[in-house]
């Protein structure tokens, strides 16, 4: 019970939830309470938890262990009080404290009266007394009541004993194994023949019936609904990722948890096939874009660079042709601008058609990449480059160099940087780029669906391209930190699948 409390209010605001969960207090009748991970107090059903609640029984679990009981504590009213802690292993632990002298006393209030001349006793592993129908001393000439002691050896029957009082006793004892008290009832021998007491002979074992349901409520509760649907998060959790064969491993559970990932494994299949589909429209978008790059770039080169190099060549000659100086002035400005152009549209060129990529092959155009943003954005890019250099096809190397160029412009446009670093790593096993920064870092979303909610379209562009080529992206960033954009390629790509062709080579 009080592991489903801590995973219900993981939903909802600790304090809304306690006040819609009072049905809780029937079993906790000295109050719940709710601490967060960092063991803070979030929430409490009654007033002045801390003072009110001994610090003994504030036992909190660490990570996702199961349920922890506190030892038994003796309240200022007398009575013995325990705790049981649950944490969801994520977000917060709750915490019940129950009296364990009302819980003995319910059990047992119909079958023992205090004044009888049986005398009832319950202690725990400690000797501590937790329930006893009279005053009667715990202990027998200078030891511990027999009855007591054997209890808690694990032993249960009925044996006798000469009592401090000179007469003649007879004791009933059983253990409670789940906690690892002692139950006795103590009665003078002359006593023996009364019919009830022959019935209440038999009574200890009505005290455990209660406790093994407990236990069995707990650990059904524990396999059959609590860890099943734990698993059921973390599978749903990995969907966001792409990864669709995760959901459709069995978690058992009760039939409805598996009703639940049935229908979550016809989604996850229906989701992939339509994923499959954009991811043929995303790809034929990303060659149009490239294709079109490329023809603007052979007009910006063949016609308007020519066109600017003439007229620059006529600014030349017209300057040397001409006798008056005032005329040279203009001129020679008309000329600079002209040359600042040209300079600016090779640049223009070289980002819509990367001539060394073409040319030299990924690691020389990512060089080029870093001088280029040195030179023009006003960050400086280091460069490094570690191991053997080789060359992939043609639409890979495009794709990888695109994703690195958009890691840059995003840290120009948004990490508010003045340095940053380009690597790349030429492994046996993987390509590696990564693109770190020193800029003032974000909170980076927890799913790739969450990327566009947040305005973060250029990651989301990452993700995108890198799937479309097998490549996975690893995003790290902090406040303050700056950020890292880590892509790996897997060795082994040959090109791009192109799903329109049934093609699925890597």
């Known amino acids: 019970m009080i592991q489903g409390l801590a995973l219900g209010a993981s939903t909802r605001a600790p304090s809304d939830f306690l006040a819609i969960a009072g049905y809780f207090l029937a079993d906790f009748d000295m109050g719940i309470a709710l601490y967060d991970m960092e063991r803070s107090l979030l929430a409490t059903s009654i007033d002045d938890w801390v003072n009110r609640v001994p610090e003994a029984l504030t036992v909190l679990p660490v990570g996702d262990t199961g349920p922890v009981f506190s030892p038994p504590v003796l309240s200022s009213a007398g009575d013995v009080l325990m705790s049981v802690a649950v944490s969801d292993g994520r977000t917060l632990t709750a915490v019940g404290v129950f ?41 027998e000439h200078g030891g511990i009541h027999p009855g007591i002691a054997l209890a808690l050896g694990g032993e249960s029957g009925v044996t006798h004993f000469p009592a401090a009082d000179g007469d003649e006793h007879v004791v009933a004892y059983s253990p409670i194994l789940p906690v690892g008290w002692a139950f006795a009832l103590d009665e003078k021998w002359e006593d023996v023949d009364n019919p009830v007491l022959r019935t209440t002979q038999f009574a200890p074992l009505a005290i455990i019936p209660p406790f093994l349901v407990v236990l069995v409520v707990l650990w059904f509760g524990l396999r059959q609904i609590v860890q099943p649907l734990q698993a059921l998060a973390a599978q749903a959790a990995e969907l966001g990722w792409g990864r669709f064969q995760a959901i459709e491993k069995p978690v058992g559970g009760i039939v409805e948890i598996q009703r639940l990932q049935t229908e979550l494994v016809y989604m996850a299949r229906k989701v992939k096939a339509s994923q499959e589909s954009l991811h043929d429209y995303i790809g034929a978008i990303t060659s149009g874009q490239e294709e079109e790059r490329a023809r603007l770039a052979r007009e910006l080169h063949d016609d308007t660079i020519q066109s600017l190099i003439v007229l620059n060549q006529r600014t030349q000659l ?9 005329d040279k002035t203009p001129l020679s400005e008309i000329q600079n601008l ?30 080029m990449l870093a001088r280029e943003m040195n ?21 890979i190397e495009l794709a990888l ?6 890691a840059l412009n995003n840290v120009v446009r948004h990490a508010s940087a003045s340095r940053a670093s380009l690597t790349v790593q030429f492994r046996a096993d993987a390509v590696v780029i990564a693109v770190s920064d020193n800029g003032r870092g974000f909170s980076v979303p927890q799913s790739p669906a969450d990327y566009a909610a947040k305005g ?24 303050g930190l700056g950020a890292q954009v880590t892509i790996s ?18």
């Open 99 to 139: 009296s364990v002298t009302a819980l003995v006393r319910s059990t047992l209030a119909n079958s023992f009266i205090p004044g009888d001349q049986a005398a009832a006793f319950v202690v725990d592993a400690n000797m501590q007394s937790l329930f006893q129908t009279d005053s009667r001393p715990l202990s």
């Open 318 to 326: 017209a300057q040397l042709s001409s006798t008056d100086l005032s």
């Open 338 to 367: 002209v040359e600042q152009t040209i300079a600016n549209l090779r640049r223009l060129i070289r980002a819509l058609r990367p001539l060394y990529l073409e040319e030299l092959g990924l690691a020389p155009a990512l060089e």
């Open 375 to 395: 030179q023009g954005s006003g960050l400086t890019v280091e460069f490094h480059r570690t191991g053997a250099e080789r060359r992939l096809p043609p639409d």
């Open 401 to 406: 160099y695109r994703m690195a160029q958009e």
């Open 456 to 479: 973060h379209f250029g990651l989301l562009g990452l993700y995108e391209r890198a799937d479309l080529i097998g490549a996975t992206v690893d995003v790290r960033s902090s406040s």
């Open 489 to 506: 390629l897997p060795a082994g790509v040959s090109r791009i699948p192109d799903k329109r062709r049934g093609d699925s080579s890597t």
